[in-house]
Every structure is written in C-alpha cells, then in structure tokens.
C-alpha cells in the first residue's frame, strides 16, 4: 500500500453524503469514496438507485394499472390491456441510471479539488483510512471525515435462505419479467410497497410476516385497517414462522409454522424485505474509534458529530429512521458545522414523518395513540373518513380516514396519521402544525380549506378534537 494520501475532508458514501460538496468547499482537498449500490454498483446512494425514487414511480404505475378496477364504481368501463414489464422497468431506469452516470462523472472530472475513490472504504484509525479499489489499496488519512455509508439489506437466519435466489430491494426492481407467484418476505414499508407494485402488475403476490398486523409500528387503528385491505388483494400469511426455504425446479418453497400448524409456500421469485442494517461495520467503524449504538449505528450528538473529533455521520447509518429526507436534513447541518465549526447548528428530529406508498397509501407524524397511552398523556383523538368529505364522494373511497391528536391541556397536536389516497400530500400541513406550534383549533376555523377538496378530511378532523 502507497504512503497515505491526506485530504481537507474525506466522505464516505455518494448519496445525501454527495450533496455536501459545493462551490464553498473549492478551496478545500476532497475525497469522496462510494462502493456502488444495487445489482449494477450505481453511484449517488440508496434513494436514486434502488430506494425511494424507483420505487415510488413503480408504485405509481401500480397506482395507475388499478384505476380500471375502481372505474366501475364510478360508472366507467375500462380494461386493463396489459402491463409490459420490460417498458414499465426501462422508462424507469433509463432516466435514473444515466443521473447516477452523469453524478459520478461530474465529481470524477469536472471537480479539480474532488478525487473520487470506487471501491470500500475501512477505517484504520482515527481519521484513517483504508480503500480497496479496482487497482489495489489506498491509504487516506483527513482532518474531517463525514460517514455516509447508508444502509443494506439484510435477511433473516432461516436454513436454506442463502440457497434460493432470493432478491432484496437492491435486485427486485430489475427482474427480467414479473413473476407469475411472489412470495414477500416482511411486512414494513418496503414489503407492502413492493407487494403493491407486483401484484397491480399481474403478479399473485403472498405475503409473510411474524407479526399479527401488516405495518405494526404505524397507529394501531391504521395498522389493523390497513392489514383488513390488504387481505383483499394478497394472500396475508401472518403470525407465521419460516422454518426452512429451497428452489426446486424453478419454483422457491417456504415451509412455515404458524396457528394453524406446518404449511408451505410457493412461488416463481421470493423478495426478503425483513429490514436494513447500517453500514457501520462496512466501514469498519469500531476500528476508527467511533462509539457505537446497540443496534451497530454511529453513535452521534444533536450536530451530527461522532465520538471522534473531527468525525460526523449522517444518513441511515447513524439515523434510526433510514429516511432520504431526515439524511438530507442531516447532510444540511453537517455541511454547516463544517464551514462554521466556531458557530455550529443541531438537527431538530422532533417531529419526523414518514409515508407508504402501497395500497392504500399511508402517512403519519408524532405520536400514536399508543405511544400516547403508555405515556400517559391526557390527550383527544378524532378520526374523519374519507367518505364524510364531498371530495370523498367524488372518489367513492369508502376506506380512508385522517386520524389526529392533541393534549387537552394545551391543545397542542401529538401526532397525525392518513390512511388513503394522496396521504403523504395530505399529512404535510399537519406536519407544519407540529412543527411550528399551532393551535389545531385556530388552524381548523383561521383559514380557507378549498371546497370541495380532499383537504377537506384534515379541516374536519381537527374540528372533531374534543378541545375547550
């Protein structure tokens, strides 16, 4: 290994971690080290490639290949003639990959004073480290360095898994075709949004989980109807054990223990979406000093700085949230703290949402009821369906409803939950609300709410709060 090579600032990982980078760093010496993500080894990080952005123009394919089963409530007769894989995939990665290209040649020849590294970084020690790349190994050392390094998909321990075939979030996206039988291994975000996408597209879709309810961290009451319509368009397998996977003849065999005893599973094509691990140990994080959570993250403080000086992180492997927009939040503040170390700023993780874009689509900010309950809060909810709205009507959603809570004693939200169509749209006012302390009944009766229209659900649901 060449003597070491000493950077201004060293970041690891090209996602959020990419964006760090602009014109006010020209006159420091960069290093950006990226190990490629996905089936391809794409630049510019989990959300571009094989994460939020491909997956949510999937699911609005899905979305749209549904609409002539729902053309009947409406008095429509419309036909589903055929949903061509190969031209679904390619409009989607034709556009992506060709950004993740463009990136990774702008920071590899048009930045003089950015040296991009393609290969796993490791630390060494204190702000060293170690680079395997296609032609050997590179030592960095650095004043600042910035772990972006995300996170991975991650299976469980199940006899004969690692034989089968299986494809992850990283993989699934890019099938030949769309498999006629899919079993779905996980019941979170990333499952029940994949489920939607293939089982709109022609696939028979089961899907597994050990839990009693489909998306169990959301609010009880979401979770529960959200599981009771999935029912209707998958084959719901829960409470349920894998005990043992293989591949015979082309065809993928769960067996599984569960109330009603031993059963078996079959399909063309199995997704394993049981959850993502962080990079940490990718990085070799322990070996640069860098304390660790329980749960393998970056242990970092309110500005995004580890336990080593000099040192930050950001992104899904610190974030117990693994979600692009808390990363870019994160990214902001650490760019921040590295310009102006003498003034620095904190992340503000008070009121994080988050969305699903399955079937039906869900969204949701602060507290559920439960988290509510346990703490014992003297709080008020009130639901509004989606039905009681005349945008409601115009949809025949028979379905969906907004869910709120606030304090009674100070009338402040606790949290939001929407369960429908256009749920990560209709959630962001509540989320302001949160956000910046509004009261819910002035929020409710001190402004318009365009009539008819789908905001509508919120109005009325905050107008139910049981408030003095």
């Known amino acids: 290994m060449a003597a070491a090579r000493h950077y201004d600032l060293v970041i690891v990982g090209s996602g959020s971690g990419n964006s760090l980078v602009d014109e006010r760093f020209d006159e420091w010496n960069v290093a950006i080290v990226e190990r490629g993500v996905g089936s391809t080894g794409a630049y510019g990080g989990t959300c571009l490639n094989v994460g939020c952005i491909p997956t949510k123009m999937l699911a609005h394919t899905a979305d749209t290949a549904r609409a002539p089963g729902h053309g009947e409530r409406l008095g429509l007769d419309l036909e589903l003639r055929g949903a061509p894989w190969p031209a679904i995939r390619d409009r989607i990665f034709g556009r992506i990959d060709p950004i993740a290209a463009a990136g990774e040649r702008y920071r590899a020849q048009e930045n003089p004073n950015v040296t991009l590294y393609r290969g796993t970084a490791r630390f060494t020690g204190e702000r060293e480290l170690a680079v395997e790349t296609a032609e050997g190994t590179a030592a960095l050392t650095a004043d600042r360095v910035v772990v972006a390094a995300g996170s991975r998909p991650e299976a469980p321990q199940v006899p004969g898994l690692d034989g089968v075939g299986y494809h992850t979030s990283d993989s699934v996206m890019r099938l030949a075709e769309v498999p006629r039988r899919l079993i779905v291994l996980g019941t979170g975000f990333v499952g029940t949004e994949l489920a939607h996408v293939f089982a709109s597209l022609g696939s028979q879709v089961t899907v597994i989980g050990r839990s009693g309810l489909l998306l169990r961290h959301q609010d009880g009451e ?85 336990s080593v000086a000099g040192v930050w992180a950001l992104g899904d492997v610190s974030s117990p949230y693994q979600l692009k927009h808390v990363a870019n939040h994160e990214a902001r503040v650490v760019q921040h703290n590295l310009l102006h170390p003498e003034r620095p700023v904190r992340t503000d993780h008070r009121f994080v949402p988050h969305a699903v874009f399955s079937s039906p689509q869900v969204a949701a900010v602060g507290l559920t009821e439960e988290e509510a309950r346990e703490r014992g809060l003297d709080y008020t909810a009130a639901v509004h369906r989606y039905a009681d709205i005349a945008y409601g009507w115009a949809m025949e959603d028979t379905t969906g409803f907004a869910k709120v809570l606030a304090d009674r004693g100070t009338g402040r939200l606790l949290g939001a939950h929407i369960l429908g169509p256009e749920a990560p749209t209709l959630i962001q006012p509540l989320i302001q609300a949160l956000h910046f302390g509004l009261d819910p009944r002035a929020m409710a009766r001190g402004q318009y709410w365009i009539h008819p229209a789908m905001p509508e659900v919120v109005e009325n649901a905050l107008l139910k709060l049981d408030l003095p």
Do not use: M, S, Y
Request: charged share 30%; glycine share 10%.
């Open 222 to 306: 979401i979770a529960r109807h959200f599981t009771e319509l999935a029912r209707q368009q998958w084959d719901v397998r829960l409470d349920r054990t894998v005990k043992e996977a293989g591949r015979r003849d082309g065809v993928v065999r769960l067996e599984l223990d569960g109330p009603h005893g031993a059963e078996t599973v079959e399909a063309e094509e199995l997704l394993v979406a049981t959850g993502r691990r962080p990079n940490a140990d990718l990085v070799g994080a322990a070996a640069g000093g860098l304390a660790l959570t329980d749960d393998g993250r970056i242990a970092v403080d309110a500005t995004q700085a580890a």
